[in-house]
């Protein structure tokens, strides 16, 4: 295993090492014409050079040694690190209801990797409770990691295990389910999960943090506890995804699976439900109702796993001038489902109408959606959508695009006939498609209006 | 009848068993005695026009009450890469503040309040960084590694300061010896604490992510006077390359202070460099202090082990104390709580700083960790008992106290009364082993309180979200090519030219060096005058007027280039001086018209020196030659300065008075 001394190490570095005879964790003398170093060698990262010598001073500090500059270089002790949370058998307490965790990887559950220098993927969820050890007060905890993988290899075949271990832990009496995810495609997720797990009897809390565990400032804890808050307390027996409310440590907002969008690359506050209001607010407190109408939580275990995907489904974003080798192409590569992401209303050039033909002709099941995220797709107001769907592309109501996709994914993992596809896709599972959009439901405001200007101050959001 | 403790008597008692002496009695024999050692954490901000991680502008301030948004954190201790939760995470953790942000959108964006990643690091910053290293005679690192430096307090919104080592094992030069330094970083200063009460702290964010140096030094210095030396002496050396920020906060020292056998507690955030000498002369003491009362202790307790602490809720009716804290506390729903401390009788008011004893250890710390405002407890020992003999007595005997035993009294809100219980227990136990490692903030009169438990290395780990930035020895070279002279040698030269030694510290305080150097290469100006109209003349204007607009170095060097085009005498600049002070944008011409200033030629002046001579004979005044040139002086002087160098004219009335030269 001599690899393993040399952790990350490649190349020139690596050789420099194995010339002075010094591992990775191992404490070094090191002589440069710069000057002379001491500490302890540190991993390297992949995909840094091989020109360097990363090392820990005894002030705590990490430093890179240009190997150029090294005269010698002497191995003087050696301590491996290791790196562990203190992992607590977690607290049985009565009358708490019991809420499973699941873990997927992503932000959640992370920790540092000396591989690649990045944030994995790698905490057991039993040593997330080592870390936020007041979830003991909130529910009674199991944990089962389902797999681990980052947020954007989340796909169909993650849906489908997850949906049947959701399926599996319902049977078993759960009072609710919380799903540890990375952020990215968290929303894909969601609604995954809204189709393929239908009706179910406790809340499925989907839930991920924007800042990673391993640092103070995580939103991590929070959300965790959130989630189990709203899992094992709520009476809302939906698939949720629960993030925060604001940026500030305050409460944290409970969104359809259907409804909710990542729409901020790094602020913490970037879940919103779009179209709609959120479902609740959570907090450690408990929960607020801001919707009415929701499904209940019930006793019984009568819960409907339909765990299909097509994976023959794709998605165009259209720009102007698009050429409709792009549609032919897909229709050749043999995808039988395209969501189509138009402008304004849902719109295209005509210049694609041919290629949109072509598809309709060969069974490829197209539906529209929306650039502007928010509203409906119009498609009777202008020429244009009328000759649209006249040539098969049926408009999807509100449906965001990602949903969208999930949705005819699904759809066509269970029939490829042109009505029921359009029937299954059209009637909503759980407000994917609204039938009215409440003025509240879009709510973007414009930073340096003096009222808004005024609300920031006042409502720390 | 037994003879009633005196709690001021033992104070002065323990005082005097420790050999405390004042500062200004303190010789080397008394630091040698007690074996003080101390070193620095120097801080500086670096002059750039951007901050170190994002694109917000680097020095522009604002008021407390001017904001556009707050937000809320909470910060949670996480594990460092060698595996280990640091000490001071955990302390912050229990504390439980909630942090509030007050955010002004022009100096602030989604980087300081973590809701974006950092921008790759400012490159201006970096090369000034690796310029001062090079001064400082560092060893510069190979490769750049941004660490974060975990800080829980709050002052950093991520919970982490970003933090990198420019470079290591360096020295600077003081009068009679080297100190060394033990590592120089660059780092992203933290947000300004606007209040800190009960669980709420509250931060502004504009001076957040300013590109900061660190320069750390070994404990090497042996007295107070020599830290102020070293401090001195890095400060100037920042200075010396012009390309850092001056002013209130631009510059701040960490001091490091031991005595033998202590430990090793850092005074966070010395304000002022004059303040170090007391500071670091009553940290050594207190410290010495403890080891008595540690000696003390483990006298009368044979075994720590078994020393415990026991307790009583008082119940608000069965005592009726006199004391306005208490009763307010009442009114306010808190609890009390009294603990007896089992043979600390005689420890509570032993001697630690000036005016202050072991007690104020415990209440200090009751206010950092538990979060309970002063005054937050009483107890058996004070100096000015708050409560009465009486009560006292009443509290001993709810707690079953022995006759050796000291007694507290602490209040506040009910959820808080554990982690208070916990931080009287824990700061008695530390009594035992000597002195706690901590941090301690500084007040002007040299005491210091309780801050935070010391960090460890313990809190650092890498950046994930930042590569690190090779530094290349062609980069390195290009930028030794342009360093400024050392501090030690312009000291130097600074004497050679005479320039009186009392004026050095002001001209390399405000590097003013480059300036004078300037005056004296390229205008040609006699340097001692140069150094003592900056040294001298600049630093009384200074503290006398107030400039209307901006006064820069650059208009002293335009004014002497004015004189001497002009042909006028140099020392009218001492007359201008304060009217240009006052007014920056004066033309030069216009201050010498307000001043009434005429030009008159040297001969003209000179041709007078008869007539006088004639008059000064006539009034029949004392007989003496040097009466007479005194009288002559003072008459031509208002018409000769500027026009001619007094010197010169001394010498010539002296010539026709005929003074013999002596």
């Keep these: ?461 | 009848m037994k003879k009633r403790f005196d709690p001021r008597k033992n104070y002065e008692e323990t005082k005097k068993a420790i050999g405390y002496v004042s500062r200004k009695e303190a010789t080397q024999k008394d630091y040698d005695r007690i074996g003080f050692k101390s070193g620095l954490e120097v801080h500086q901000q670096l002059l750039t026009r951007k901050k170190l991680f994002c694109n917000c502008p680097a020095g522009i301030f604002n008021k407390s009450e001017d904001y556009d948004a707050e937000l809320i954190r909470h910060m949670r201790p996480t594990l460092s890469e060698l595996g280990e939760y640091d000490g001071t995470a955990l302390m912050e953790f229990k504390t439980r503040k909630e942090i509030i942000y007050r955010v002004k959108n022009e100096t602030t964006c989604t980087y300081e309040v973590d809701d974006t990643p950092p921008f790759p690091l400012n490159r201006e910053a970096l090369d000034i960084a690796i310029e001062i290293s090079l001064l400082s005679k560092l060893n510069i690192v190979g490769e750049v590694h941004i660490t974060r430096k975990q800080y829980l307090d709050g002052s950093i919104p991520t919970g982490f300061q970003r933090t990198a080592i420019i470079g290591v094992e360096g020295e600077i030069a003081l009068r009679h010896k080297k100190i060394r330094l033990i590592q120089l970083s660059l780092e992203e200063d933290s947000c300004r604490e606007i209040s800190d009460i009960g669980h709420v702290r509250i931060f502004k964010t504009d001076r957040l992510g300013m590109p900061l140096i660190e320069t750390v030094t070994y404990p090497e210095c042996v007295n107070p006077d020599e830290v102020m030396e070293a401090c001195n002496c890095i400060r100037f050396l920042n200075r010396s390359t012009g390309k850092v920020r001056t002013g209130m906060g631009a510059g701040r020292e960490d001091v490091n202070v031991s005595c033998r056998g202590g430990a090793r507690v850092e005074i966070k955030g010395v304000a002022h460099t004059r303040w170090i000498p007391e500071l670091t002369h009553k940290e050594a003491f207190r410290q010495w202090a403890l080891l008595a009362l540690r000696d003390k202790l483990l006298k009368k307790i044979a075994d720590p082990g078994q020393w415990n602490i026991s307790y009583e809720y008082l119940r608000h009716h069965a005592l009726t104390f006199t004391c306005n804290a208490i009763n307010d506390a009442k009114k306010n729903g808190n609890q009390l709580l009294a603990v007896n401390l089992p043979h600390f009788k005689g420890i509570l008011s032993h001697f630690t700083q000036e005016e202050k004893i072991f007690a104020d250890e415990l209440s200090d710390r009751l206010k950092v960790i538990a979060c309970l405002e002063k005054p937050n407890m009483t107890h058996s020992e004070e100096l000015s008992p708050m409560v009465c003999e009486d009560d006292l007595k009443k509290v001993a005997t709810i707690l079953n106290a022995g006759e050796d035993d000291a007694q507290i009294i602490v209040w506040g809100p009910e959820q808080d009364m554990k982690t208070a219980l916990e931080t009287i227990e824990e700061r008695c136990r530390m009594a035992f082993e000597g002195v706690p490692n901590e941090t301690r903030k500084s007040f002007e009169d040299g005491t210091t309180i309780f801050e935070r438990v010391l960090p460890g290395a313990d809190r650092m780990y890498p950046d994930t979200d930042s590569a690190p930035i090779p530094l290349e020895d062609e980069h390195i070279k290009a930028l030794g090519r342009n360093l400024p002279e050392e501090v030690a040698e312009r000291y130097r030269t600074m004497q050679q030219w005479g320039i009186p030694e009392d004026t050095f510290i002001y001209i390399l305080r405000k590097n003013l060096f480059p300036l004078i150097r300037r005056i004296v290469t390229e205008l040609e100006i006699n340097p001692k005058f140069a150094g003592t109209f900056l040294g001298h003349t600049l630093k009384f204007v200074e503290g006398h007027y107030t400039p209307s607009a901006t006064f820069n170095e650059k208009i002293i060097y335009a004014l002497f280039a004015f004189l001497k085009k002009k042909g006028l005498d140099i020392a009218i600049a001492k007359k201008m001086l304060p009217l240009l002070y006052e007014y920056p944008k004066m033309e030069f011409e216009s201050v010498l018209t307000t001043l009434k200033f005429k030009h008159v030629p040297e001969k003209e002046i000179v041709s007078r020196i008869g007539t006088l001579k004639e008059i000064y004979e006539k009034t029949g005044r004392k007989n003496q030659p040097e009466s007479a040139v005194n009288w002559i002086m003072g008459e031509l002087r208002p018409i000769a300065v500027g026009n001619m160098s007094l010197k010169r004219l001394r010498e010539e009335v002296e010539k026709q008075v005929g003074v013999a030269k002596s």
Aim: proline fraction near 5%; charged fraction near 20%.
């Design chain 1, 1 to 461: 295993m001599s690899d393993d001394f040399f952790q990350g190490y490649k190349g020139d570095a690596l050789e420099t090492l194995k010339k002075y005879n010094v591992r990775v964790w191992g404490q070094a003398d090191i002589h440069t014409t710069r000057g002379a170093f001491s500490g302890t060698i540190l991993p390297r990262s992949e995909n840094d050079d091989d020109q360097h010598i990363v090392m820990k001073i005894p002030t705590g500090y990490n430093v890179g040694i240009d190997i150029k500059t090294i005269t010698d270089m002497v191995e003087t002790g050696y301590k491996k690190a290791h790196y562990k949370i203190p992992e607590k058998e977690f607290p049985y307490t009565e009358h708490l209801p019991s809420v499973k965790l699941f873990g997927t990887g992503g932000t959640i559950a992370s920790r540092l990797d000396y591989r690649t220098g990045a944030v994995i993927p790698a905490f057991s969820p039993g040593e997330l409770y080592g870390a936020v050890p007041e979830l003991a007060d909130i529910c009674n905890l199991t944990t089962e990691k389902v797999f681990a993988v980052f947020s954007e290899n989340m796909g169909p075949k993650q849906y489908v295990s997850l949906a049947k271990a959701i399926g599996r832990e319902i049977e078993n009496g759960v009072d609710g389910i919380v799903i540890g995810h990375g952020t990215d495609t968290l929303h894909h997720t969601g609604a995954a999960l809204t189709f393929m797990v239908q009706n179910p009897p406790v809340p499925i809390v989907l839930v991920g943090s924007q800042r990673s565990s391993d640092r103070p400032s995580s939103d991590a804890a929070l959300n965790l506890m959130h989630a189990t808050y709203a899992a094992g307390h709520s009476d809302i027996a939906e698939v949720m995804v629960c993030m925060f409310g604001p940026t500030s440590d305050e409460y944290g907002l409970l969104h359809k699976g259907t409804r909710v969008r990542k729409m901020h690359s790094s602020y913490r506050s970037t879940f919103r439900t779009i179209g709609d209001t959120p479902v609740a607010m959570v907090s450690r407190k408990g929960i607020t109702h801001i919707k009415k109408e929701y499904n209940h939580r019930r006793k019984d275990r009568n819960v409907t796993i339909k765990p299909y995907f097509s994976d023959k489904v794709t998605m165009i974003y259209y720009y102007p001038a698009m050429k409709p080798d792009i549609i032919d192409s897909l229709v050749d590569a043999g995808y039988k489902g395209i969501i189509i992401v138009g402008t304004g209303l849902g719109h295209v050039n005509k210049e694609l109408y041919p290629a949109i033909e072509r598809a309709h002709q060969k069974g490829v099941h197209m539906f529209m959606t929306l650039q502007t995220i928010w509203g409906y797709v119009h498609m009777f107001v202008y020429d244009t959508g009328r000759d649209m769907m006249a040539k098969g592309i049926i408009p999807a109501g509100n449906m965001l695009p990602e949903v969208a996709f999930i949705k005819l994914g699904w759809v066509l993992g269970q029939t490829d006939d042109p009505e029921e596809v359009k029937q299954m896709m059209l009637t909503p599972v759980n407000d994917e498609i609204t039938e009215r959009e409440p003025y509240n439901g879009y709510l973007v405001y414009q930073g340096g209006v003096p009222g808004v200007e005024e609300f920031v101050k006042n409502v720390r959001k």
